[in-house]
């Protein structure tokens, strides 16, 4: 996915926070690129690094539309969702998948459907590449 980057803060300990907009949205989430990017456009990849639980952190989505927000100390991440045999499962965020780690299988009907799910914004990471 392409976003624009604002701008990165640096913490103590080495993390780094990227405040970042897309075409759904803005949030800030950790950054795996070089802590001296300057803001303008990248390509990124999205990870999450917590697995969901459906009623704790995922439900069915209000909105019928990707969408990406901060929540409170947390990222909501607004897409139609994939589910695989394996218990994993893909976020389709826009024409962009983001790879998924399941608690539980999902319950029936909700594979296909508009999903929010809400991570802790330590817990999501952008990755940027170059084509």
Request: net charge negative.
């Amino acid at each position: 996915m392409r976003v624009t980057l604002e701008k990165v803060e640096k913490f103590p300990g080495g993390r780094v926070l990227a405040h970042v907009r897309t075409p759904f949205g803005h949030t800030a989430v950790r950054w795996c690129g070089d802590p001296a990017a300057e803001p303008g456009e990248y390509h990124v990849e999205w990870a999450v690094d917590e697995a969901l639980t459906w009623g704790h952190n995922a439900k069915r989505a209000s909105c019928s539309g990707p969408g990406v927000r901060p929540g409170g100390h947390g990222v909501v991440l607004c897409g139609r969702m994939h589910a695989f045999e394996d218990g994993a499962a893909t976020l389709d965020l826009g024409g962009t998948p983001i790879l998924l780690d399941l608690a539980a299988q999902l319950p029936e009907g909700v594979a296909g459907s508009w999903v929010e799910i809400c991570v802790e914004r330590e817990n999501v990471t952008l990755w940027p590449y170059e084509l």
